[in-house]
Protein backbone atom coordinates (compact mmCIF):
# COMPACT_ATOMS: atom_id res chain seq x y z
CA UNK A 1 0.00 0.00 0.00
CA UNK A 2 0.82 3.47 -0.60
CA UNK A 3 1.28 5.96 1.98
CA UNK A 4 -1.55 8.76 3.07
CA UNK A 5 -0.76 11.45 0.94
CA UNK A 6 -0.34 14.71 2.86
CA UNK A 7 2.12 17.41 3.79
CA UNK A 8 5.43 16.24 5.00
CA UNK A 9 6.68 17.29 7.76
CA UNK A 10 10.05 17.07 8.85
CA UNK A 11 11.17 17.12 12.04
CA UNK A 12 15.11 17.83 12.37
CA UNK A 13 16.90 18.80 15.88
CA UNK A 14 17.39 22.35 16.01
CA UNK A 15 21.07 23.30 15.84
CA UNK A 16 22.29 25.42 18.48
CA UNK A 17 24.38 28.65 17.34
CA UNK A 18 26.67 28.19 20.77
CA UNK A 19 28.23 25.27 22.50
CA UNK A 20 26.48 24.09 25.22
CA UNK A 21 27.99 25.24 28.33
CA UNK A 22 29.23 22.72 30.85
CA UNK A 23 27.27 22.55 34.16
CA UNK A 24 28.56 24.57 36.93
CA UNK A 25 28.19 23.71 40.79
CA UNK A 26 26.06 26.34 42.59
CA UNK A 27 27.81 29.21 44.05
CA UNK A 28 29.43 29.14 48.01
CA UNK A 29 27.51 31.04 50.41
CA UNK A 30 30.56 34.16 50.24
CA UNK A 31 30.87 33.67 46.41
CA UNK A 32 27.03 34.66 46.05
CA UNK A 33 27.79 37.51 48.43
CA UNK A 34 30.64 38.99 45.99
CA UNK A 35 28.39 38.51 43.43
CA UNK A 36 25.46 40.46 44.74
CA UNK A 37 28.07 42.94 46.20
CA UNK A 38 29.86 43.38 42.15
CA UNK A 39 26.14 43.73 41.01
CA UNK A 40 24.81 46.44 43.55
CA UNK A 41 28.63 48.47 42.54
CA UNK A 42 27.44 48.62 38.51
CA UNK A 43 26.31 51.61 37.54
CA UNK A 44 23.26 50.00 35.75
CA UNK A 45 22.40 48.24 38.56
CA UNK A 46 19.33 49.60 40.99
CA UNK A 47 20.96 49.82 44.57
CA UNK A 48 19.69 47.07 46.81
CA UNK A 49 20.28 46.52 50.65
CA UNK A 50 21.30 42.91 52.00
CA UNK A 51 21.88 42.08 55.08
CA UNK A 52 24.55 39.41 55.77
CA UNK A 53 22.09 36.81 57.09
CA UNK A 54 20.78 36.56 54.02
CA UNK A 55 23.52 35.90 52.38
CA UNK A 56 24.21 33.06 54.56
CA UNK A 57 27.03 34.91 56.34
CA UNK A 58 27.45 35.42 59.91
CA UNK A 59 26.08 38.23 61.57
CA UNK A 60 28.96 38.75 64.00
CA UNK A 61 33.07 38.00 63.72
CA UNK A 62 34.78 37.17 66.74
CA UNK A 63 38.13 37.19 67.27
CA UNK A 64 39.83 35.40 70.19
CA UNK A 65 43.27 36.51 71.92
CA UNK A 66 45.17 35.07 74.51
CA UNK A 67 47.13 36.39 77.65
CA UNK A 68 50.24 36.87 75.42
CA UNK A 69 48.66 39.25 73.08
CA UNK A 70 48.58 43.61 72.90
CA UNK A 71 45.98 44.88 71.45
CA UNK A 72 47.61 48.22 69.03
CA UNK A 73 45.90 51.11 69.58
CA UNK A 74 45.03 52.96 66.13
CA UNK A 75 47.38 56.80 65.87
CA UNK A 76 43.72 57.94 65.79
CA UNK A 77 42.46 57.44 69.46
CA UNK A 78 46.05 57.90 70.73
CA UNK A 79 45.99 61.70 69.14
CA UNK A 80 42.72 62.28 70.91
CA UNK A 81 44.20 60.93 74.15
CA UNK A 82 47.74 62.78 73.86
CA UNK A 83 45.03 66.05 74.39
CA UNK A 84 44.04 64.47 77.55
CA UNK A 85 46.27 64.38 80.97
CA UNK A 86 47.59 60.69 80.04
CA UNK A 87 51.19 60.91 78.82
CA UNK A 88 51.41 58.06 75.83
CA UNK A 89 54.68 58.31 75.19
CA UNK A 90 56.48 55.75 77.01
CA UNK A 91 53.80 52.89 75.49
CA UNK A 92 54.87 52.61 72.07
CA UNK A 93 51.14 53.01 70.94
CA UNK A 94 50.38 50.03 73.29
CA UNK A 95 47.43 49.43 74.54
CA UNK A 96 47.65 52.10 77.85
CA UNK A 97 47.46 50.42 81.53
CA UNK A 98 44.75 51.16 84.19
CA UNK A 99 46.61 53.31 86.80
CA UNK A 100 47.55 51.91 90.12
CA UNK A 101 45.75 52.62 93.31
CA UNK A 102 47.58 54.89 95.68
CA UNK A 103 47.58 55.96 99.41
CA UNK A 104 46.60 59.13 100.01
CA UNK A 105 46.44 60.47 103.90
CA UNK A 106 44.15 63.06 104.37
CA UNK A 107 44.90 64.95 107.81
CA UNK A 108 41.98 65.12 110.54
CA UNK A 109 42.74 68.17 111.77
CA UNK A 110 44.10 71.74 111.01
CA UNK A 111 47.96 72.65 111.91
CA UNK A 112 48.24 74.28 115.29
CA UNK A 113 50.91 76.54 114.20
CA UNK A 114 48.84 77.98 111.88
CA UNK A 115 46.41 79.06 114.87
CA UNK A 116 46.61 82.18 116.78
CA UNK A 117 47.99 82.55 119.94
CA UNK A 118 50.19 79.57 119.16
CA UNK A 119 53.53 80.80 120.62
CA UNK A 120 51.52 81.88 123.73
CA UNK A 121 49.89 78.24 124.32
CA UNK A 122 53.55 76.22 123.82
CA UNK A 123 54.62 78.57 127.16
CA UNK A 124 51.61 77.46 128.74
CA UNK A 125 51.37 73.94 128.26
CA UNK A 126 54.91 73.57 127.46
CA UNK A 127 54.59 71.49 124.28
CA UNK A 128 52.54 71.86 121.16
CA UNK A 129 52.44 70.13 117.68
CA UNK A 130 53.30 73.21 115.01
CA UNK A 131 52.53 71.77 111.51
CA UNK A 132 52.37 68.11 109.79
CA UNK A 133 52.99 67.03 106.21
CA UNK A 134 51.62 64.14 105.30
CA UNK A 135 51.97 61.97 101.45
CA UNK A 136 51.24 58.54 100.29
CA UNK A 137 54.76 56.78 102.15
CA UNK A 138 55.30 59.37 105.20
CA UNK A 139 54.20 61.38 108.00
CA UNK A 140 56.54 64.40 108.76
CA UNK A 141 56.56 67.38 111.27
CA UNK A 142 57.31 69.96 113.98
CA UNK A 143 56.84 69.97 117.33
CA UNK A 144 57.57 73.14 119.67
CA UNK A 145 58.50 72.81 123.23
CA UNK A 146 59.22 75.14 126.01
CA UNK A 147 62.64 75.62 127.10
CA UNK A 148 62.49 74.16 130.92
CA UNK A 149 66.14 72.68 130.48
CA UNK A 150 69.37 71.51 128.41
CA UNK A 151 68.16 67.97 128.22
CA UNK A 152 65.22 66.82 126.70
CA UNK A 153 63.47 64.57 124.79
CA UNK A 154 60.24 64.74 122.68
CA UNK A 155 58.73 61.50 121.02
CA UNK A 156 55.69 60.77 119.05
CA UNK A 157 53.15 57.28 120.19
CA UNK A 158 51.07 56.56 117.56
CA UNK A 159 48.60 53.73 116.97
CA UNK A 160 46.77 51.57 113.82
CA UNK A 161 44.56 49.92 115.87
CA UNK A 162 42.76 52.51 117.83
CA UNK A 163 45.46 51.72 120.78
CA UNK A 164 44.93 48.88 120.99
CA UNK A 165 48.44 48.44 120.38
CA UNK A 166 50.54 51.59 120.37
CA UNK A 167 54.66 52.23 119.16
CA UNK A 168 56.92 55.18 120.38
CA UNK A 169 59.26 57.32 117.73
CA UNK A 170 61.76 59.38 119.15
CA UNK A 171 62.10 63.29 117.34
CA UNK A 172 65.18 65.00 116.52
CA UNK A 173 66.09 68.67 117.83
CA UNK A 174 66.77 71.00 114.99
CA UNK A 175 69.77 72.71 114.94
CA UNK A 176 69.50 76.42 115.53
CA UNK A 177 65.93 76.55 116.47
CA UNK A 178 65.88 77.99 119.52
CA UNK A 179 64.60 81.26 119.98
CA UNK A 180 65.29 81.51 123.77
CA UNK A 181 62.47 80.44 125.36
CA UNK A 182 61.41 77.34 122.87
CA UNK A 183 63.27 74.73 120.74
CA UNK A 184 61.99 73.09 118.01
CA UNK A 185 62.12 69.31 117.10
CA UNK A 186 61.06 67.25 113.92
CA UNK A 187 60.54 63.77 113.16
CA UNK A 188 59.21 61.29 110.08
CA UNK A 189 57.49 58.26 110.52
CA UNK A 190 57.16 56.01 106.76
CA UNK A 191 53.77 55.17 106.95
CA UNK A 192 52.16 51.81 107.07
CA UNK A 193 51.52 50.44 103.56
CA UNK A 194 49.07 47.65 105.15
CA UNK A 195 46.70 50.00 106.92
CA UNK A 196 43.07 49.31 105.44
CA UNK A 197 41.11 51.92 103.05
CA UNK A 198 39.42 54.00 105.85
CA UNK A 199 41.79 53.18 108.58
CA UNK A 200 43.05 56.10 110.84
CA UNK A 201 46.45 56.96 112.09
CA UNK A 202 46.80 58.35 115.28
CA UNK A 203 49.18 59.95 117.55
CA UNK A 204 50.02 62.14 120.47
CA UNK A 205 53.38 64.21 121.73
CA UNK A 206 55.38 63.44 124.47
CA UNK A 207 58.00 65.73 125.91
CA UNK A 208 60.18 64.42 128.42
CA UNK A 209 62.20 66.72 130.48
CA UNK A 210 63.80 67.32 134.36
CA UNK A 211 62.00 64.10 135.58
CA UNK A 212 58.90 65.29 134.42
CA UNK A 213 56.47 64.27 131.60
CA UNK A 214 54.18 66.85 129.24
CA UNK A 215 51.93 65.82 126.68
CA UNK A 216 50.08 67.08 123.56
CA UNK A 217 47.06 64.99 122.82
CA UNK A 218 44.95 67.65 120.74
CA UNK A 219 43.03 68.39 123.92
CA UNK A 220 41.75 64.68 124.40
CA UNK A 221 41.23 63.71 120.45
CA UNK A 222 44.49 62.84 119.25
CA UNK A 223 45.86 63.74 116.12
CA UNK A 224 44.17 61.81 113.58
CA UNK A 225 45.34 60.99 109.68
CA UNK A 226 43.05 59.13 107.94
CA UNK A 227 44.03 56.74 104.79
CA UNK A 228 41.84 57.22 101.59
CA UNK A 229 42.39 55.11 97.91
CA UNK A 230 42.33 57.49 94.82
CA UNK A 231 43.65 57.24 90.76
CA UNK A 232 46.89 58.73 90.77
CA UNK A 233 45.62 60.42 87.61
CA UNK A 234 41.99 60.75 86.15
CA UNK A 235 41.55 58.02 83.59
CA UNK A 236 40.74 59.80 79.74
CA UNK A 237 37.05 60.44 78.62
CA UNK A 238 37.24 57.25 76.00
CA UNK A 239 38.72 55.00 79.62
CA UNK A 240 35.85 53.19 81.28
CA UNK A 241 36.64 50.10 83.30
CA UNK A 242 39.47 50.10 82.20
CA UNK A 243 38.63 49.66 78.78
CA UNK A 244 39.46 52.20 75.80
CA UNK A 245 36.06 52.32 73.48
CA UNK A 246 37.00 53.24 69.70
CA UNK A 247 34.81 55.12 68.11
Not at 18 to 31: F, G, H, I, Y
Not at 45 to 62: H, M, N, P, T, Y
Request: proline letters at 7%.
Amino acid sequence: GERPRGREVSLKPSQSPNLRRRCKSLPTPTERAKLEISRSRSPTSQKKVRFADSLGLELISVKHFDDTDEPQVPERILAKLAKGPVHLNHLNTKFPRVPAQSMFMELQFTNPGTLPGFEQKVREVKVMLESVEVDEFSLSGFVRVLNLAFEKSVSLRYSLNNWITCMDSLASYVPDSSDGDTDKFCFKIVMPTYLDNGGTFQFAIKYYVGGQEFWDNNNGNNYKVRRNNRFKMSPPREWENGWIHFI
